[in-house]
C-alpha cells in the first residue's frame, strides 16, 4: 500500500468593509429586512450602468499590501456566465485573465519552535457577492424558495493560495492568520457566522515522493475555520481509502456536512470554459496611480506577525504569550494600553500582566484558544478597564496584595462592581497585605507553638513540614501576610 500526502489550496471570500455595495450605492448593512438595499443596478434591470466603488478598490489595495503581492497596475473586469436564481443579471462581475493582485504569501507558524511556513499567495481579485435564497423561515421549512437581494453587489476580495498547505491544520493556521491580517488592516470584519468570510477548501492526496498533483475535490459549506478542518480530515481520509482500494478520485465538489460529520457529492466539477467568461464591456480597465498605491501602502499598519515579534523583543514575552496576545488587534491594543500604565516597566512585570489578560480576562471570554475567538476592545475594556488591570498588578508587583486577594479585585470589578476603584476594593476588603516584620513574627511564633508535631518534624530533617507551619501562620494572618516573608521568618526561628 503506498503512503500519501495531502495537497491543499484554499479560496476566501470575504466581504470588504464598504458601505455601499461594489457597483451601485445600495447599503451593505447586514441584516436588513429582506430586499430593502436593492436597486435596479443589483438587481440587473436592463439599461443600467455599473458604477465602481473607489474604497472597495483601496481596501483591496490594502490587502495585497498587507499580504506581499504584486499590484497589477492594470486589471481587468470579467463576466462569469451560470444561471441561478440568486443571480439576477445572470452573470456575475469578476475578474478573470489579470486581477488585482499576485504573487504574494501569508507566513504561518504552529508554535515556538516550529520555523515559520510559507503560504503563497496566487491572486487577490475584486468580485460581487449574490442574493441569498431561503429555504427555511427559521426552522420551518419552505414548500418553496425565497429570494433576498440585500447581499447581490456586496463587494468581495477572492484570495486564492498555491497548492502549498501540506495538512488540515496547517489549513487552520492559514485561516487565522488571514483573519487576524485582514482585521489588523480593517478591510473585513471576518465574520464566519455572518457569512462575510467563506472559504472553499481544494484538496488532493497523493504518493509521497510524486511531484504531479493528484486529481482534486472542492468542499464547500464549512461555516468555521474548526469546520473546514474537520472536513479536509474527512475527506484526506476517504480519498485516500478510495486510491488505496483501486479506485479512482473524480474532479468534483462535494459539500460538508456538519451534523453528518461527512462530504457529499454536490456537483461534478464545471471547466472555467463553462463560464464564458469575457472582459466587461460596462466597466473601463481599472487603473491604478502610483500617487493612489503609495498612499494606500502608507494605511498598512503593524502587522500580526511584526507585532508578535516587538511584543517578544519589548516586553521580554514568549513567543507563545505573544502569539496569543496579537493575535487579535483589539486585544493587543488593550495589552499595550494596560501595560503603558504601569507603575516599573520590568520584564517580570509585562509577564505577569500577561498572565492577567491570558488566564484571566480571556478566560472570561472563553477563548484560551492560540486564537482568541470574539472580544473586541471595548468588550475587554467593559470588563475591566486596562488602568484597572494594570493598577492590580502594580499593586501585586509591589507587594501591596497577593496574587490571591488580587483575584478578589478581579473578581469584584469584572462581576460588575463598576463605580468601584481598585484601591476601593482593596480598602472595603481589608486585602492589603502584611509586611509588618513585627506582625508576621507574631504569627510565625503563634504557629510554631501550636504545632509541636510539625515543628518537631521539620527540625529532624522533614523539609516539608514546614508547609504545614506556613499555612497555619497565614490562616493567623487571615491570608494576608506575605507569604515569601512567613517563608523566610519561620525558617529563621527554627534555627
Ligand atoms: P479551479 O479552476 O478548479 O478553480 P484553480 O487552478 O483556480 O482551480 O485552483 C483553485 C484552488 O485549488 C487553488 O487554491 C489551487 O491552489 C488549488 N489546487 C489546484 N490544483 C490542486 C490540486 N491538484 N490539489 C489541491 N489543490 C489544488
Ligand atoms: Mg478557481
Ligand atoms: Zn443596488
Given at each position: 500500500?503506498?503512503?500519501?500526502?495531502?495537497?491543499?489550496?484554499?479560496?476566501?471570500?470575504?466581504?470588504?468593509?464598504?458601505?455601499?455595495?461594489?457597483?451601485?450605492?445600495?447599503?451593505?448593512?447586514?441584516?436588513?429586512?429582506?430586499?430593502t438595499n436593492i436597486c435596479p443596478v443589483c438587481t440587473g434591470q436592463p439599461g443600467v450602468l455599473p458604477v465602481l466603488n473607489g474604497r472597495a478598490v483601496e481596501l483591496i489595495a490594502r490587502s495585497a499590501f498587507a499580504l506581499g503581492c504584486r499590484i497589477n497596475k492594470k486589471s481587468i473586469f470579467a463576466r462569469k456566465h451560470y444561471f441561478y436564481p440568486d443571480l439576477p443579471k445572470n452573470f456575475q462581475i469578476s475578474q478573470y485573465e489579470l486581477p488585482v493582485a499576485e504573487d504574494g504569501f501569508l507566513e504561518i507558524k504552529s508554535d515556538e519552535k516550529?520555523?515559520?511556513?510559507?503560504?503563497?499567495?496566487?491572486r487577490i481579485h475584486l468580485e460581487e457577492d449574490t442574493g441569498k435564497l431561503l429555504h427555511a423561515v427559521g426552522s420551518r421549512e419552505l414548500d418553496h424558495t425565497l429570494v433576498d437581494y440585500n447581499r447581490a453587489g456586496i463587494p468581495l476580495m477572492e484570495i486564492v493560495t498555491e497548492p502549498d498547505i501540506a495538512s488540515p491544520e496547517e489549513a487552520w493556521l492559514y485561516l487565522n492568520a488571514l483573519k487576524s491580517v485582514l482585521e489588523y488592516c480593517e478591510v473585513s470584519d471576518c465574520n464566519m457566522e455572518?457569512?462575510?468570510?467563506?472559504?472553499?477548501?481544494?484538496v488532493s492526496i497523493r504518493p509521497v515522493g510524486q511531484t504531479a498533483l493528484g486529481v482534486k475535490t472542492e468542499l464547500k459549506n464549512m461555516n468555521t475555520t474548526k469546520g473546514v478542518r474537520d472536513a479536509l480530515g474527512y475527506e484526506i481520509k476517504r480519498q485516500t481509502e478510495v486510491l488505496s482500494s483501486g479506485g479512482l478520485?473524480?474532479?468534483?465538489?462535494?459539500?460538508?456536512?456538519?451534523?453528518?460529520?461527512?462530504?457529499?457529492?454536490?456537483?461534478?466539477?464545471?471547466?472555467?470554459?463553462?463560464?464564458?467568461?469575457?472582459?466587461?464591456?460596462?466597466?473601463?480597465?481599472?487603473?491604478?496611480?502610483?500617487?493612489?498605491?503609495?498612499?494606500?501602502?502608507?494605511?498598512v499598519a503593524e502587522l500580526p506577525s511584526a507585532k508578535r515579534g516587538r511584543f517578544v523583543s519589548e516586553y521580554g514575552l514568549s513567543d507563545y504569550d505573544a502569539g496569543i496576545l496579537t493575535a487579535?488587534?483589539?486585544?493587543?491594543?488593550?495589552?499595550?494600553?494596560?501595560?503603558?500604565?504601569?507603575?516599573?516597566?520590568?520584564?517580570?512585570?509585562?509577564?505577569?500582566?500577561?498572565?492577567?489578560?491570558?488566564?484571566?480576562?480571556?478566560?472570561?471570554?472563553?477563548?484560551?484558544?492560540?486564537?482568541?475567538?470574539?472580544?473586541n476592545f471595548s468588550q475587554y475594556d467593559?470588563?475591566?478597564?486596562?488602568?484597572?488591570?494594570?493598577?492590580?498588578?502594580?499593586?501585586?508587583?509591589?507587594?501591596?496584595?497577593?496574587?490571591?486577594?488580587?483575584?478578589?479585585?478581579?473578581?469584584?470589578?469584572?462581576?460588575?462592581?463598576?463605580?468601584?476603584?481598585?484601591?476601593?476594593?482593596?480598602?472595603?476588603?481589608?486585602?492589603?497585605?502584611?509586611?509588618?516584620?513585627?506582625?508576621?513574627?507574631?504569627?510565625?511564633?503563634?504557629?510554631?507553638?501550636?504545632?509541636?508535631?510539625?515543628?518537631?518534624?521539620?527540625?529532624?530533617?522533614?523539609?516539608?513540614?514546614?508547609?504545614?507551619?506556613?499555612?497555619?501562620?497565614?490562616?493567623?494572618?487571615?491570608?494576608?501576610?506575605?507569604?515569601?516573608a512567613?517563608?523566610?521568618?519561620?525558617?529563621?526561628?527554627?534555627k
Open positions: 500500500m503506498n503512503n500519501y500526502e495531502a495537497v491543499i489550496g484554499l479560496e476566501v471570500h470575504t466581504h470588504l468593509k464598504t458601505s455601499s455595495k461594489a457597483f451601485c450605492s445600495c447599503s451593505t448593512e447586514f441584516a436588513s429586512p429582506p430586499n516550529a520555523p515559520p511556513k510559507k503560504i503563497r499567495i496566487k455572518e457569512g462575510k468570510f467563506r472559504c472553499d477548501a481544494n478520485i473524480f474532479q468534483e465538489t462535494r459539500l460538508w456536512d456538519t451534523a453528518a460529520q461527512e462530504t457529499r457529492l454536490m456537483r461534478a466539477k464545471e471547466e472555467a470554459n463553462d463560464y464564458r467568461y469575457f472582459p466587461e464591456p460596462d466597466l473601463p480597465p481599472l487603473e491604478l496611480s502610483e500617487e493612489f498605491l503609495t498612499m494606500v501602502a502608507k494605511q487579535q488587534k483589539t486585544l493587543a491594543d488593550y495589552f499595550e494600553a494596560a501595560a503603558r500604565a504601569l507603575a516599573d516597566k520590568k520584564p517580570e512585570t509585562y509577564k505577569l500582566l500577561a498572565n492577567w489578560v491570558i488566564n484571566e480576562l480571556l478566560g472570561r471570554f472563553n477563548a484560551r484558544d492560540v486564537i482568541p475567538k470574539g472580544g467593559d470588563l475591566i478597564q486596562s488602568a484597572s488591570l494594570a493598577e492590580i498588578v502594580n499593586l501585586i508587583s509591589s507587594n501591596a496584595i497577593s496574587g490571591k486577594a488580587a483575584k478578589i479585585v478581579f473578581e469584584e470589578i469584572a462581576g460588575g462592581s463598576r463605580g468601584k476603584t481598585v484601591a476601593d476594593i482593596v480598602k472595603e476588603k481589608n486585602l492589603v497585605q502584611i509586611t509588618d516584620e513585627g506582625a508576621i513574627k507574631k504569627y510565625c511564633q503563634d504557629a510554631i507553638t501550636e504545632n509541636p508535631v510539625a515543628v518537631g518534624e521539620y527540625r529532624s530533617g522533614k523539609e516539608r513540614a514546614l508547609g504545614a507551619l506556613v499555612g497555619a501562620a497565614m490562616k493567623k494572618s487571615s491570608g494576608r501576610a506575605n507569604p515569601s512567613v517563608n523566610a521568618i519561620l525558617k529563621d526561628l527554627l
